[in-house]
């Protein structure tokens, strides 16, 4: 097996885990471990955190050292010195919004498995010349939502896809019921006004629907 397979293995285990990766914006530290706790306990195990605040790294660290059961990953990755600096710190997966030939390049030669994002079919093949068969669709309800990934079903069926942006736990079923849908992410589960108070138990149930949802 390849490296790249190896890592598609990877990422197919990882989008398995539950029907919706949660996209989390971490602006203070200490909110990090108890969220992830609270999402691992709902069933939501695999996290995303996005590098969109100073404290995203450590709060990558906070969790992959403390939270059991939690995969986490690493969001809006643009380039190499991000990937690289996320593997240290302990992520397990990372995810793009789009491509760039160096940041393939970075990812071709990290341990990291990365979710690139695309919008075209364009991108999508181009990717999967290149050994990607799990892609993030972004911003999956902008450019087409459950009626390109449809349309993209036939043509392009080697390739499983992780819609995001837009999406919510009432439109996520949409998504889930197609063939080539693996999962689906979404922000949803961590909003902003429960992460400022601590509402630790709302975001555990917010999780549990996300879950159930297949």
Not at 95 to 102: L, N, R
Not at 186 to 196: H, R, V, Y
């Amino acid at each position: 097996m390849t490296a790249q397979a190896t890592k598609q293995q990877q990422l197919a285990d990882i989008l398995a885990l539950a029907p919706v990766v949660p996209v989390v914006i971490i602006d203070e530290l200490a909110h990090a471990v108890p969220m992830a706790r609270a999402l691992v306990a709902g069933g939501i195990r695999a996290i995303e955190v996005t590098l969109r605040t100073p404290v995203a790294l450590d709060a990558i660290r906070a969790i992959a050292s403390e939270v059991e059961g939690a995969v986490v990953g690493v969001g809006t990755v643009l380039d190499g010195q991000q990937l690289e600096a996320a593997r240290v710190a302990g992520a397990r997966f990372a995810v793009s919004p789009g491509v760039s030939p160096k940041l393939l390049d970075a990812a071709d030669a990290s341990a990291l498995p990365l979710l690139p994002g695309v919008a075209t079919a364009g991108e999508a093949m181009s990717l999967l010349e290149r050994g990607y068969k799990h892609l993030k669709l972004f911003p999956a309800v902008p450019v087409g939502g459950t009626k390109l990934l449809g349309a993209w079903a036939s043509p392009l069926p080697q390739i499983r896809f992780c819609p995001t942006g837009g999406i919510s736990l009432a439109s996520a079923p949409d998504f889930l019921a197609l063939p080539n849908v693996a999962c689906v992410g979404g922000s949803w589960l961590t909003p902003k006004d429960k992460l400022q108070v601590g509402d630790w138990a709302g975001i555990e149930q917010l999780a549990r629907e996300a879950a159930a949802l297949r």
